[in-house]
């Protein structure tokens, strides 16, 4: 398969941050877009910004990609290998199944559904599906987060004493959606599930989790701080929320403390973001290659596409894991009580 034909479906902030990033990606084509209230004939995205990666505003030539507000549309058409939903939370598990079971290949935003209930029917239908599904849990492949799971892996630096993950921001005005929790889940499952899906790939799944948080825009979790137990007993902690003061932007960061060195990552810092503190050695930044998380995890989408080798970096089973471990967490805030994972 020399050129994969990708789909994109929903043109919020997501939507176009996978178009910006699928055009860095060589060996593949939008050949559709489709979002069932604004759809941009004209391929003009500029009005459309976010919390992260470039502002530069897109224009898509339309030229060579087809635009719909129906998803049966590309759903028929033979010639779409690769339906890539960016849709609002709520319609996860509909869309995706209907992909699935017209055999398509299927990659979706996080989370993957509002509940874990849902999250585990997408994950039942995609175990019997012809095409490949995987959650687009994007720092799995984030650069600075893979070099961190590297040397966690490799024993660089010792063993991991702690982690503490965090990722906060200003309210996500650019979508009513986010501001809706029983259609987002709130910071929570929206935002700190990056996290909680990271320690879970560091670590593995957490057998008990502790949390405190509140609820102030949404009427969900707004903001959690959680400890996890963990095999191995390290102290992992992650903090997350979206109710910080407007202007304060967004920050995502951690700090792993190794037996031999300190490693610190604060994307605010710029090109400094990822910090070494190694045992009778100078401080040093490090640079990791690659490019964002986005273009990471769709390249290595098309990459299985084109192996005929199902998605293992990330999988459904781990997106559905993520929202589970969610759910405990938001019984924790509201219980007060340390909730076991099975």
Same mark, same amino acid.
């Given at each position: ?30 050949a ?10 004209d ?58 079971k017209?055999g ?26 012809? #095409?490949?599904?995987?959650p %687009?849990?994007?720092? +799995? ?5 893979? =070099?961190? $799971?590297?040397? *966690?892996?490799?024993?660089?630096? #010792?063993?991991?004493?702690? %982690?503490?993950?965090? +990722? ?5 005005? =650019?979508? $009513?959606?986010? *501001?809706?929790g029983?259609?987002? #889940? ?8 990056h ?13 008990a989790?502790?949390?405190t ?23 992992v902690?992650a903090?997350?929320?979206?109710a ?22 604060t ?6 973001a ?42 459904g ?26």
């Amino acid at each position: 398969m020399s050129t994969i034909n990708v789909a994109i479906v929903g043109l919020g902030f997501m939507g176009v941050t996978h178009i910006k990033a699928y055009r860095q990606i060589p060996g593949v084509r939008i050949a559709a877009i489709c979002d069932a209230v604004r759809l941009p004939v004209d391929g003009d995205f500029s009005s459309i910004s976010g919390n992260v990666g470039t502002a530069e505003p897109l224009k898509l030539d339309m030229s060579k990609t087809k635009a719909t507000k129906n998803l049966d549309d590309l759903l028929a058409d033979p010639t779409i290998d690769l339906i890539d939903l960016c849709v609002p939370t709520m319609a996860h598990p509909k869309l995706a199944i209907a992909s699935l079971k017209a055999g398509k290949h299927v990659i979706c935003e996080k989370p993957l559904a509002r509940t874990a209930v849902l999250a585990r029917d997408i994950v039942n239908a995609a175990a019997s599906a012809k #095409g490949f599904f995987m959650p %687009a849990m994007c720092i +799995r492949f984030w650069p600075d987060y893979v =070099w961190m $799971k590297q040397a *966690m892996e490799q024993g660089t630096y #010792g063993k991991v004493l702690a %982690a503490r993950f965090r +990722r906060v921001a200003e309210p996500p005005g =650019w979508s $009513k959606d986010f *501001m809706d929790g029983a259609k987002s #889940g709130g910071a929570i499952l929206d935002l700190h599930i990056h996290d909680v899906d990271f320690v879970q790939y560091c670590f593995g799944r957490p057998k008990a989790v502790y949390a405190t948080g509140y609820s102030q825009i949404s009427g969900a979790i707004d903001h959690v701080v959680a400890q996890y137990k963990v095999d191995g007993g390290a102290s992992v902690s992650a903090e997350g929320g979206w109710a910080m003061t407007i202007g304060f932007g967004f920050n995502m960061e951690f700090t792993v403390q190794f037996e031999n060195a300190t490693v610190d990552y604060t994307l605010v810092r710029g090109a400094d973001a990822l910090r070494l503190f190694e045992k009778g050695q100078p401080a040093r930044t490090i640079k990791p290659s690659g490019g964002d998380g986005y273009i990471g995890e769709l390249s290595y989408m098309l990459e299985c596409i084109r192996k005929k080798t199902p998605p293992s970096i990330v999988t459904g089973r781990d997106g559905a894991s993520a929202v589970e471990i969610c759910e405990a967490e938001e019984k924790s805030i509201k219980t007060g009580q340390v909730v076991k994972l099975n």
